[in-house]
Each structure stands twice: as structure tokens, then as C-alpha cells.
């Protein structure tokens, strides 16, 4: 019975809750057009595929995409980033941890209309603003026990700027890729920790590097 | 011989070649974000299919969608309004007719960012100016034998403004349809002509208003 019993709770500390944030949100503009990114919610489901591998327990908040995500997790379907927000905020609070994988769209209209903006041959001028972060969030409200890892897309001055996204979000770890990586079957990323040092180099399809992501939040994030 | 000749001839005859265009475009802020709508390809494929039903030979000009097109059409995907544009004009020289299926996003950034635009906590003033028109632009180049039909979505005074726009596209017919038919499974449509007459109205799976679409430019326009 002992023995038994020190099974299951060394099976129920290894297995971590994580939530996933996957694939791009949508801000409309007017019941038809929108701003969105590309994002196809590919390294989400390899991660959740990675993870579930390891015995975790996980739930994916989506946005719309065309990919299949594993049966064994818990999918949440969102539109826009305050949706996304809202939905992660919720199942943070039971969560050991969040990769944040996916690309909220992070402008949207001041002003949504109603029906749709018709032609009218004259340019239409569209004030923006930003969206709240989603990872930022859950950054600032982390309990000391829960994990963050952030993903920072760069096109210039790339490990800078994804150093100072980890800072100002509070992530763990940010994992930083190039716009090359969107919609695309295979990746190359670096995983950065609060040091900046680069803990490592991955090079490969999704599927390799969401488990190279996963190897290092093993080990230092839930096996700590 | 002579019978055997006059078969062909009377095949060919019937046998039209016909331009679809399918899908949404992309018009892009910077090398990630972009102005999009929801557009499937749906009712793209689903016309591909019933024409091809009925022997014609058909060319998709499509916006990046999920969609499989039928393997027996010719598939030139794009990205930009632009693109569209240019492979419909240039596919339109050798067509019978088209049918614009697509939804090109028809307001395009000003100004397109070489670098990801860098969030600075400021509202953004995007300045917008609309997209050249593929329908349109193929309504005014068509020789008295090519026919052209259009598709209308509009959330109000839908009739109305199906009919404008007819005038204005120079199509022949105009296909009406509501905002619901974005992205879903089922649609309910009305075909206008010239003079303002409802052709038809269908209600059902995209594949029966296709086939619906497809029997009257077949009586209407391929049959004349």
C-alpha cells in the first residue's frame, strides 16, 4: 500500500499542468475585415504533442488555425487577443506553467463598425492600438511556484530585443525565432534564460524543437 | 469520319474555360502582420467542382486557404490583391468567363514596414488606401463574347448595393450573399442580373448553390 501510494505521488509531481497559447487572434475592423499574422499553430501542437509525451497535462488556448492539436489535451478555442487573454488568465490560475507559442495579433482598431466599411475611392485612415500582452499578464500575476516561457519573433537586433521582451514580461525563458518560422514546417530558435545566456540552439522541424523547448523546461523549470 | 468530326466540334463548343477566383488575400503592415478576412475557398472549390461536372475546363486563381481544390482544375495561388490581379488578367486573355469568388482585401497599408513595427505603448495611425478591383478591372477588359460574374456580401441594403456594384464591375450576373457565408459550411444566396431580376435564390450546402450558380451561367451564359 506504501509502495503504492509513493508511486502515484511521485507520478503526480512529476506531471506538470501546462498551458499552451497557440496560433494567431484576430482584431476586426467591421463584421469582415481584420488584422491578424500568419501564425498556423503548428509549434503549439508540437508542443502540446511534446509535452503530453512527457506525461503532462495540457490545455491550448488557440486562435483560428487549420492544425490538428493532440486529442489528449484540452483545447480552447479563441478569436481575438482579448479573448486569448481572458481564457489564459483563467486557466493560469491552475496551471504549473504557460509557453506562450502563440502570435496574438497585438494592434487593433480604436473603433470596430457595425457593418461592413464601404469603398468609396477615397484612403480610410485607422488609428491602432495595442492589445494587452497575453504573456505579460500572466507574467505579472505569476505565483513564486509557476513557470512563463515567452516566444519573441525578431527580424533585427533580435537577441537584444528578446532579452528585453523576457524582462519586461517576466518570462523564465523566451525562446527567440525569425519571421521565417511562421506557417513554415521547420524552425531555428535559441532559448535564452534571464541571464541571457543561451541555454540552446535547436535547428530542426517543429516537432525536434518543440521537444529540445520542452528537455529544458523539464529540467530546470519543473524538475527544479 | 465526318460524324466523328462534328462530335468534337460540338464538345469543344460546349466546353468552356473558366476563371474562378477563390479565397481571401493578405495585404501586409510589415513582414508580419496583415489585413486579411475569413474567406475559406470554400465556395471557390465547390464552383471548381460543379464546373468541372459539367466538362469545363477551369483555372483557380486562389488566396492562401486550407481548402483542397478538385486535382482536375489548374491552381495559381497568391498572396496580395495584386498577385490576384495580375494572374486573373493574364488567365482572363484565354477564358470563355469568370467567376469572382474571392474576397481580395480591398484596402491595402500606404506605406509597408521593411522591419516588424516595434511596440512602443503609442496608438498607430495606419493610413489605407483601397486595392485595385480584379473583378472590376476583368469586367472592363472582356470582349463582347467573355462574361463575367461577381459575388456581393453585404450587411445591409444588400440588394441595392449587389446591383451598383454589378453595374459598376460590368458583370453580367451578380451573386448576393450575407456575411454568414464566410467561412461556413452552408449559404444562402440570390443571382441578379442586369436588369435587377432574381435568377434564382438558393439556400443549402455550398456544393448545391454552386451547382445552382453553375446551371444558370450554363443556360444563361455558356448555352446563349
Same mark, same amino acid.
Request: net charge negative.
Given at each position: 500500500m506504501l509502495a503504492a501510494n509513493t508511486s502515484i505521488l511521485s507520478q503526480d509531481e512529476s506531471m506538470a499542468r501546462i498551458l499552451i497559447t497557440s496560433g494567431p487572434t484576430r482584431q476586426y475592423l467591421d463584421p469582415v475585415r481584420y488584422l491578424t499574422n500568419a501564425s498556423s499553430g503548428r509549434m503549439g501542437a508540437a508542443l502540446a504533442t511534446a509535452a503530453i509525451a512527457l506525461g503532462h497535462e495540457v490545455t491550448i488556448i488557440s486562435g483560428p488555425v487549420a492544425v490538428t492539436y493532440p486529442s489528449a489535451a484540452t483545447l480552447v478555442p479563441v478569436i481575438s487577443t482579448e479573448d486569448m487573454l481572458a481564457a489564459s488568465q483563467e486557466h493560469f490560475a491552475t496551471a504549473d506553467g504557460v509557453i506562450g507559442a502563440a502570435a496574438p495579433c497585438d494592434y487593433r482598431p480604436r473603433r470596430v463598425e457595425d457593418h461592413k466599411i464601404a469603398k468609396t475611392g477615397e484612403s480610410l485612415s485607422l488609428q491602432l492600438e495595442e492589445t494587452p500582452d497575453v504573456i505579460a499578464t500572466l507574467g505579472g500575476i505569476k505565483s513564486p511556484q509557476q513557470w512563463v516561457v515567452g516566444f519573441a519573433l525578431e527580424t533585427d537586433d533580435a537577441r537584444f530585443k528578446a532579452i528585453t521582451k523576457l524582462e519586461k514580461k517576466r518570462c523564465d525563458f523566451i525562446v527567440l525565432n525569425g519571421? +521565417? +518560422?511562421?506557417? +513554415?514546417e521547420a524552425t531555428s530558435v535559441e532559448i535564452l534564460d534571464k541571464t541571457g545566456t543561451v541555454l540552446a540552439e535547436i535547428t530542426g522541424s517543429k516537432a525536434k524543437v518543440a521537444e529540445g523547448i520542452l528537455a529544458e523546461i523539464q529540467s530546470r523549470l519543473i524538475g527544479e
Open positions: 519571421p +521565417a +518560422a511562421i506557417d +513554415a
